[in-house]
């Protein structure tokens, strides 16, 4: 482990130096040895350097910037225009995640999590869509998806000299602003510019953050219809215990079409499904929508974020989760708490997945690398005195935010999850904590005002609801301040947090939004409002060091963002980069790997799969659902389910298609093995880190012989022609 000094004791230390030396020239008697100074404790951890490859960054490829010649010498195959065109044209996007045309007359392929509150939306009265699940025999019975979309790329235009000419013109403290404003106004003009579509949708992503910039121009479908979706129980087979392993048996699969003025779209691009699948070693290519890495993100900014952020943000989904499943055993039949049900599913997915983080942003091995990466890095500026100058100092200032966050890191997240009308927290804690933040405004009334509104739109919960949110606050407040805090000791004067829910509930006007609106009208009672107390107790430090913590973390993005141009300065388009939920192309292999003292092999089967459930006799997360309980005994056993490949993968990419090199989908991406879900954020890893994806042959299987949907294989078997 290293240590480090700043740049404060630093000259302290020459200051101690100049002061001995003064008194040398003073006397003949040998001056005393000045006193060793001891560096300053780093809040961050230091990692010694490990060797790295420029795939560290990852292979989450842009269309614009293709990798023509690195996928022609892995894969040996070439990889034209009309290639990428033809990928690109055939991914879509839709909300949260990915998806792909599989058919000429506008079939959709996406996961079963990606579409669970929607095939729940179809359900009419007395059905039980989401557990039982959904097949439309025929076109007129597929049904409309309400306030839904999906998103095709069918432009992208280089606008990067529109915004970084502006952003150069501005004074150094306006360049934020600029560009936000130079953003602004190309989205602008170019969303004129197609308006005459009718259906296109202008977005202005930041590539390289901040080193270039495209506009991504997609044609949006809203007629969408659900097709087919199976039961819950196999489309999230092994559920929450199975979840982010693998070997893995799951038909994380469903099925949607688009329609063009009440028909159904005949697309010019789709991905046909290959008739024989994959085998181990194959190239594979995901197309889809990763949504967000920080492989470009420094070292501090990475120790930092494994040493306080992602503790905190586990801390409180741990705590969120309690209350929503005790709300939900509480009365689980209301429309409310079977929406809750999705929510709770994604929350655990989410507090695994920061688990792996705070492993993986605290491995030697890994953090190593990603120390060697950014020394390359900046061995590479200091060749040039211009970039040395101009990004030495960004990286360095940067490391200084990162040690002033973590030293206010108890204050900036006491209040995470409070925002207006979040699930994450209790509506009463809201509004008391925007009340009090409204109390500390003076002179702003536009500020004001717009509290004030957010204050009044906050809806009421469910009463119990409201009651285990409460709880979960406090329950977060024990873990990151410790049980025995006085903050803590003074909001519960000894009484057991559910006394001081009840209490609350009580006796605070902010407990319903028509209370609320009475109280407002009366500032010396809201002001003593028992829930405003609550707040009040952690002080000013509380407000002002929050306030610092935004400062800090707002200057941090201008910075990131500047070093951005470094990244592209010194790489420019051999790595790929950090991922924005915008379309992107990402190759791997087919490949088992070692595990647990074992192998895990290329793919899995049926067989597996009903091992699986009379393994676990009696265990809700392998019962199988009715229809699966015995196998049909036309249904092939030894049939691919899952297989794993190299392809780098993170959240957004679920949906996403994985096709061989004639582009015929061989798989569908749902997951990530445990291997992956930690580092995949900051590093590519394939030592052991795999996507999980359901496989083609399994799927068609499946459709055929326990669902019966003889007309999606038909429609399937017929595109590939």
């Known amino acids: 482990m290293k240590s480090t000094i700043s740049k404060s004791t630093f000259i302290f230390a020459c200051l101690l130096l100049l002061s001995s030396c003064a008194a040398l020239q003073q006397t003949t008697a040998p001056a005393p040895e000045p006193a060793v100074q001891e560096a300053p404790v780093s809040l961050l951890p230091q990692f010694e350097p490990v060797p790295s ?4 960054n990852g292979r989450m490829w842009t269309f614009e910037y293709a990798p023509v010649d690195y996928f022609a010498e892995t894969y040996d195959f070439d990889p034209d225009e ?6 690109r044209m055939s991914a879509v996007r839709i909300p949260g995640c990915s998806g792909s045309f599989v058919s000429n007359q506008g079939l959709i392929m996406t996961n079963h999590h990606c579409v669970r509150n929607q095939i729940t939306q179809i359900g009419l009265e007395g059905e039980n869509t989401l557990d039982d699940g959904f097949y439309a025999d025929s076109l007129s019975h597929e049904r409309k998806i309400d306030n839904y979309y999906v998103d095709q790329l069918v432009d992208i235009r280089d606008v990067t000299d529109l915004i970084l000419d502006e952003v150069d013109a501005a004074p150094l403290e306006m360049q934020s602003t600029a560009r936000q404003e130079a953003i602004s106004r190309v989205q602008a003009e170019l969303s004129n510019e197609v308006a005459h579509y009718g259906d296109r949708q202008v977005q202005v992503v930041s590539l390289f953050n901040g080193g270039r910039y495209s506009a991504y121009i997609f044609r949006r479908f809203n007629d969408v219809r659900m097709v087919m979706a199976p039961e819950l129980q196999i489309g999230y087979y092994g559920g929450d215990t199975d979840n982010f392993t693998y070997p893995r048996y799951n038909l994380d699969m469903s099925f949607l079409r688009v329609y063009v003025d009440d028909e159904p779209y005949e697309p ?9 699948g994959v085998e181990d070693k194959d190239g594979v290519f995901m197309i889809g929508n990763p949504g967000r890495t920080t492989r470009l993100n420094t070292v501090a900014q990475l120790a930092h974020t494994g040493t306080f952020d992602l ?4 801390s409180l989904f741990t705590r969120i989760i309690e209350g929503l499943e005790t709300f939900f055993e509480y009365d689980s039949t209301t429309p409310e708490a079977q929406q809750l049900r999705n929510t709770i599913f994604g929350l655990k997915n989410s507090q695994k997945l920061f688990g792996g983080q705070i ?10 690398r990603r120390v060697d990466n950014e020394q390359n890095f900046i061995e590479t500026l200091n060749e040039s005195p211009e970039l040395s100058d101009t990004y030495i100092p960004i990286i360095d200032r940067i490391a200084e935010i990162q040690e002033e966050k973590a030293a206010l890191a108890s204050y900036s997240y006491l209040t995470l999850g409070l925002t207006p009308n979040s699930f994450a927290s209790a509506a009463l804690l809201q509004r008391a904590y925007f009340y009090t933040m409204l109390e500390r405004i003076e002179n702003d009334e536009a500020n004001k005002a717009a509290l004030m509104n957010q204050i009044q739109n906050i809806r009421d919960k469910n009463p119990f609801l409201e009651k285990q949110l409460i709880n979960t606050h406090l329950n977060y407040l024990a873990d990151a301040l410790g049980s025995e805090h006085p903050y803590l000791q003074e909001i519960t004067k000894g009484r057991s947090f559910e006394a001081v829910s009840d209490h609350l509930i009580a006796n605070s006007a902010f407990a319903t939004a028509s209370q609320t609106l009475e109280i407002l009208e009366e500032p010396d009672s809201a002001s003593i409002d028992p829930a405003v107390s609550y707040f009040r107790t952690f002080g000013n430090p509380l407000f002002e060091n929050s306030e610092r913590s935004r400062e800090l973390i707002q200057e941090e993005g201008e910075l990131q963002t500047r070093l951005g141009r470094g990244w592209f300065a010194v790489y420019g388009t051999s790595i790929p980069p950090d991922a924005t939920f915008s379309p992107r192309i990402q190759d791997g292999v087919v490949a088992g790997y070692e595990y647990n003292g074992t192998y895990a092999p290329a793919y899995t089967t049926f067989y597996g799969l009903y091992d699986r459930h009379h393994s676990h006799v009696d265990e809700p997360e392998w019962a199988l659902p009715k229809r699966w309980s015995t196998p049909s005994t036309t249904l092939d056993l030894a049939t691919p389910v899952n297989f794993v490949s190299t392809n780098d993968i993170i959240g957004g990419n679920s949906g996403s298609p994985v096709v061989n090199i004639h582009l015929e989908v061989v798989g569908l991406a749902f997951d990530g093995n445990v291997e992956s879900m930690g580092s995949s954020t900051f590093i590519l890893d394939d030592r052991t880190a795999r996507a999980v994806s359901v496989d083609v042959r399994g799927m068609l299987e499946s459709l055929r012989h326990v669902y019966k949907a003889n007309r999606i294989v038909e429609e399937l078997e017929n595109s590939r022609n």
């Open 53 to 56: 490859t420029i795939l560290d």
């Open 82 to 87: 009309a290639w990428f065109e033809h990928a």
């Open 268 to 276: 010019e691009f789709y991905f046909p499904f290959a008739e024989y």
């Open 311 to 314: 503790p905190f943000r586990t």
């Open 359 to 368: 492993l993986a942003h605290n491995d030697e091995y890994l953090m190593g």
